[in-house]
């Protein structure tokens, strides 16, 4: 019976791990020799340090060490700030996104199709990071600064510190350094910047990514009149630096994010949207003619019923070539064996007009050549940031929100129907905001996670006197009351349906959202180090469990620990007078209780689970404990059992 680690895993030991089977001579008395590595990847002989092209800052090895090390932490449900928590797929959490990535490292490793974040922009106030140290009240009171519920050091970087580029770009290696895992091998990673740290910012991503899977830096126009407190240039734009992890694997979805050209494709069938043009090349004039690309010109047959096209001659088929109603003699847009590529794709089609004579059409797909500048009006951040907020809130609540319309369009262009996007700098929640909307639009079940540090409003502001007192509070309450608005619109749409006009059912949709919190582990420090336990600790042994956490904590921790995702469904029974819980059917099965009655395995053997987990305190014995696990193994020898 395997006991659970309840911890992150420590990367740099999965990495020795690596690295000695590929090079088993390296490693002596459990110790790499980091210089005899070095000559193994090279072909020349290496003496010592060489000078390189790399961008090196005070902190950075200690940055690298900190994403690899694994920490005691878990995240907690908290249902009352949910909306509908056992039936959606969507995830909000507050916390520290450091701490939050490394727990989300198993349960999300490779499925993640899109990272984006709009990060602190390091302008001399933003609240950045929670520090690795503590402080007493009199340091406290001697610093500026503010503290977390464990005492944590939240890190205002201003510029007055003499590590202020140091720090930003440290808070930012490590994060992106460990997000990166969790992105699919043809995914995105998206983050939006202004002038300060452009530089650092691609230097450190070309690090991770590799400058090969570096897509673009598009200039983003959000305030078109510039800033007005400027004393040289009005900043009007700012950046979207894209990158791929794996530039062979990915693509960009073929859509038209200019609105006029979009609304031109009007049809749809499995492959997106598309709008019909004529297969006959009607422009370049002379050069588009029988007598000057005589290969262009060929017949095509066509069946009765139009569903069959063919370059071969066919009794009953008709015979179509590219002439026009005014009898020129044109040509095809394609030689024959293009056509019969797009034909197979199902990207040619026959059509009988009104007249009866059969033409022959092309299906354009939505798709246009995606710019590195986006100066459209509707990216503006006043309008469709600003306002959306503030109008849905009644009250002016955060400050510089990305417009909707911005995010919609990354969405559209960078993931599919049924992909998973994070956000660990989620804000005001836009990123939220536009799933649900474009999931609206076109049926599509996009997953978003959110996370966001619960970082103070100001006193003085109109949100924390409205009762938001945290950001995060303003993220959740945007996204509930953007659900509902959502909701709302497509019930009074489907009141005023004309005959054959379609609406989708808002029932079918997920407007809701789990909230999560991180916190310390569930278990007792004894639980991680148990040859540290003291006499005077021995009633530690009884229950390793903390006195203030529930079972659904307890879950929580198991899902992440053995790599579930914690969008999966959830379901509660009594079995012989125990609580147990059903995580996706039968993948996971656990129960908490203490004076576990043994017949229990019996049921829960039934439906085979792949994982069951119990309490290592919750048997009556060493004895039942045992007679447990001999049982599994009888009646369903293929199911693992845990105990915590």
Request: proline fraction near 3%; glycine fraction near 6%; include cysteine.
């Amino acid at each position: 019976m395997k006991k659970l680690d309840m911890k992150t895993n420590n990367l740099t030991e999965d990495n020795i791990k690596k690295i000695t089977k590929l090079f088993p001579n390296i490693v002596k008395e459990g110790v790499i020799d980091f210089d005899l590595l070095k000559q193994e990847l090279s072909d020349v002989l290496v003496e010592g340090g060489e000078e390189r092209y790399r961008l090196d800052w005070p902190g950075k090895r200690a940055s690298i060490l900190k994403a690899n090390a694994s920490i005691n932490k878990t995240l907690r449900p908290v249902k009352k700030d949910s909306v509908d928590f056992e039936n959606t797929e969507n995830i909000y959490i507050e916390g520290d996104n450091f701490e939050v990535l490394k727990l989300l490292q198993e349960s999300y490793l490779n499925k993640v199709k899109m990272i984006y974040i709009d990060p602190p922009y390091n302008t001399g106030t933003a609240m950045i990071y929670n520090n690795d140290f503590k402080q007493n009240k009199d340091e406290y009171d001697k610093e500026s600064g503010v503290f977390n519920e464990e005492g944590g050091k939240l890190f205002k970087n201003t510029d007055t510190n003499g590590r202020f580029h140091s720090d930003w770009l440290s808070m930012m290696y490590e994060r992106i350094v460990v997000s990166r895992d969790l992105l699919k091998a043809n995914g995105f990673f998206v983050v939006a910047i202004d002038h300060n740290e452009i530089s650092g910012l691609v230097n450190i991503c070309d690090e991770i990514f590799s400058e090969n899977n570096r897509l673009g830096i598009v200039a983003v126009v959000h305030k078109p009149e510039g800033r007005n407190q400027a004393n040289f240039f009005g900043l009007s734009h700012e950046y979207m630096v894209v990158y791929a992890k794996d530039i062979d694997q990915c693509s960009f979805n073929k859509v038209a994010l200019d609105d006029e050209i979009s609304s031109l494709f009007d049809k749809v069938d499995d492959s997106g949207s598309y709008r019909l043009k004529n297969f006959i090349r009607l422009s370049d004039g002379k050069y588009s003619t029988r007598e000057s690309k005589p290969h262009f010109y060929y017949p095509l047959y066509v069946s009765p019923d139009l569903k069959n096209i063919s370059l071969e001659k066919q009794d009953g088929f008709c015979e179509v070539y590219p002439i026009t109603d005014s009898k020129q003699e044109r040509t095809w847009k394609t030689t024959k064996e293009t056509f019969k590529e797009r034909y197979n794709k199902g990207d040619i089609i026959a059509i009988e007009e009104n007249d009866g004579k059969i033409k022959i059409f092309e299906k354009l797909r939505e798709d246009q050549v995606i710019k590195t500048h986006w100066i459209n009006k509707k990216y503006h951040g006043f309008h469709y940031g600003t306002k959306i907020v503030d109008s849905l809130l009644g009250i002016k609540t955060f400050d510089f929100p990305k417009s909707i319309f911005l995010m919609k369009d990354i969405l559209k262009l960078m993931i599919n129907k049924n992909d998973i996007i994070l956000d660990f700098f989620s804000g005001s929640a836009t990123t939220a905001h536009a799933v649900m909307q474009l999931n609206t639009e076109d049926r599509g079940n996009r997953k978003y996670i959110m996370v966001q540090l619960p970082e103070e409003t100001d006193e003085k502001s109109e949100a924390y006197k409205a009762g938001y007192k945290t950001i995060s509070d303003i993220g959740k309450e945007r996204i509930r009351r953007a659900g509902k608005k959502i909701k709302e619109e497509l019930k009074e749409k489907g009141r005023q349906l004309k005959i054959g006009e379609e609406t989708i059912d808002p029932e079918k949709l997920d407007f809701g959202f789990r909230v999560y919190k991180t916190d310390s582990s569930n278990m007792k420090d004894v639980y991680y180090n148990p040859k540290d336990l003291k006499q005077n600790s021995l009633l530690d042994l009884a229950n390793n469990i903390k006195e203030d956490r529930d079972p659904e904590d307890l879950l929580t921790q198991i899902i992440l620990d053995l790599g579930l995702e914690l969008s999966l469904k959830i379901e509660e029974e009594d079995i012989l007078g125990n609580k147990v819980f059903f995580v996706a059917s039968n993948s996971l099965v656990a129960c908490f209780d203490e004076k576990i009655n043994i017949k229990i395995v019996d049921e829960i053997a039934k439906i085979k689970p792949l994982k069951v987990v119990f309490c290592d305190a919750g048997f009556k014995d060493d004895k039942d404990r045992i007679n447990i696990e001999e049982r599994f193994k009888r009646l369903s020898p293929e199911t693992h059992v845990n105990v915590i």
